[in-house]
């Protein structure tokens, strides 16, 4: 059994946005220069948890910098840096990596025993808060919950692979065979890969590992296709319910809570670190996230899960830290947006219902 955790969430934050896809460096290259309220989300939830939480029951330690032309709204000045070549470079250079292990670094100096309570926008560093968490508890008493539309565990050569067989077997593909970023790229950690990085790296034991509202998980026909491209990315899913990973998905939230709620329940471990990925409600209950690709779940739906969360703390597991990640704030500022996005208010909603008992 590891060391007791106190009481107090302990908030911290780091905007680091390294994000390829040719719609973010537009957005960031449109909006660049703008004085905005904060291109960090990290504050803005901040002023809702000082406004409506009493002070005595939490704690912050600021963020952690990222460089200008990497944040998701860079100042002019950084507007040339701000290129693909550049994002990718980052990247492949296992740039994300980087972070994650100063992610680790500050909660391990700042932060332990407290709760790390962390605000970002890409998901890579939830790596680093959990290898730090990893590192404080023993390994196999701690269970990892991501809820996520995403599955967030395929390295870069099975994503290259499915996108090869796309190009070659799908007339109307997305994507350009010309595209030299699409071929050749190394295994970096990153937004995409990290919880492969801990299945591989022995971080987590796959059996306390559990995603919630994946929508990316092929459908059963697709793993009828005898291609090796193809046969690569499948199994890079395939494999983790082998392993024993538990996957809930979207379709299987929409089924009622008692799916849910039965999947909580196996969880044995004395601790927890959860992990929201605010995509979850992509298109739905909010748009200021980076991924908007699939639609996501209902605000209502989100906080479902939040009170579920919240029942397996009151049973007596201990929260060991969580995070809430993948938020775009140039759309959750209602600069790329119609109206006010309702982003901030319900990632502040969430970390109220699983942090702090009602």
């Not at 991501?146 to 996108?163: F, T, W």
């Not at 799916?259 to 739905?284: E, F, H, K, Q």
């Amino acid at each position: 059994m590891g060391k007791i955790l106190n009481n107090h969430p302990v908030f911290f934050g780091c905007a680091l946005d390294p994000d390829e896809r040719d719609e973010s460096i537009r957005e960031k290259i449109r909006l660049s220069g703008k004085d905005p309220k904060s291109d960090d989300p990290y504050f803005e939830i901040m002023e809702l948890v000082r406004q409506e939480v009493n002070p005595e029951t939490w704690e912050e330690r600021g963020i952690i910098p990222v460089p200008q032309w990497l944040r998701p709204i860079p100042p002019l000045s950084m507007q040339r840096d701000v290129l693909l070549d550049n994002i990718v470079r980052f990247i492949d250079g296992d740039g994300c990596l980087d972070f994650a292990q100063l992610v680790s670094k500050f909660i391990e100096e700042y932060i332990l025993p407290g709760i790390p309570c962390m605000v970002a926008v890409d998901h890579s560093l939830t790596g680093g808060a959990f290898t730090s968490l990893v590192g404080f508890y023993d390994p196999d008493d701690i269970s990892l919950i991501v809820v996520d539309s995403h599955v967030d565990a395929l390295p870069a050569s099975a994503m290259s692979e499915a996108i090869q067989y796309d190009i070659a077997t799908n007339p109307n593909s997305v994507y350009d065979p010309n595209d030299p970023f699409l071929k050749n790229r190394p295994d970096s950690y990153n937004a995409s890969s990290f919880i492969y990085y801990l299945l591989t790296e022995g971080l987590i034991d796959p059996r306390n590992l559990y995603l919630v509202g994946v929508s990316d998980y092929p459908p059963k026909r697709a793993f009828r296709i005898r291609d090796g491209r193809i046969e690569h990315y499948l199994d890079c899913y395939s494999s983790l319910k082998r392993n024993g990973v538990k996957i809930l998905t979207k379709k299987d939230l929409s089924l009622g809570g008692v799916t849910l709620t039965n999947l909580i329940r196996r969880i044995r471990t004395p601790y927890v670190y959860i992990s929201i990925d605010m995509d979850i409600g992509a298109r739905n209950a909010l748009n200021g996230v980076r991924f908007l690709n699939h639609q996501g779940i209902s605000e209502n739906q989100m906080y479902r899960i939040a009170l579920n969360l919240r029942e397996l703390i009151d049973r007596g597991v201990r929260l060991a830290g969580m995070d809430l990640m993948e938020f775009n704030p140039r759309r959750a500022c209602s600069w790329e947006t119609q109206g006010d996005d309702r982003t901030y208010r319900i990632a502040f909603n969430l970390i109220k219902t699983i942090c702090f008992k009602q």
